[in-house]
Nanobody
Framework: QVQFVESGGGLVQVGGSLRLSCVAP????????IAWYRQAPGELRELVAG???????HYADSVQGRFIVSRDSAKTTMYLQMNDLTTEDTGVYYC????????WGQGTQVTVSS
């Protein structure tokens, strides 16, 4: 199974920005579509943004226009640039396959304070 490792989270004020990174040590992402998910306290995990192997991205309505997902040409790292953050963006962010079997790392905590 692919292991995903997320990083880049932290504490930021409303309106601030963060850039998250995701790697799959040892295996890379290959040609799979991968995605960012988040789980807020007491809520179900939800898809935030996905990106195909060819770089086509899509976003949840709640982050459209504020977040940008990308993956490097070697397909070893995926990023999530998060701008104009709100308190609603607080949660643990995970990366995984967008389709098929998903495995979960520890995630990275994003906390947006007012």
């Amino acid at each position: 199974q692919v292991q995903f490792v997320e990083s880049g989270g932290g504490l930021v004020q409303v309106g601030g920005s963060l850039r998250l990174s995701c790697v799959a040590p040892g295996s890379g992402f290959g040609l799979k579509a991968i995605a960012w998910y988040r789980q807020a306290p007491g809520e179900l995990r939800e898809l935030v943004a996905g990106i195909s192997s060819s770089g086509i991205a899509h976003y949840a309505d709640s982050v459209q226009g504020r977040f940008i997902v990308s993956r490097d040409s070697a397909k070893t790292t995926m990023y999530l640039q998060m701008n104009d953050l709100t308190t609603e963006d607080t949660g643990v962010y995970y990366c995984s396959n967008e389709f098929g079997v998903r495995t979960w790392g520890q995630g990275t905590q994003v906390t947006v304070s007012s």
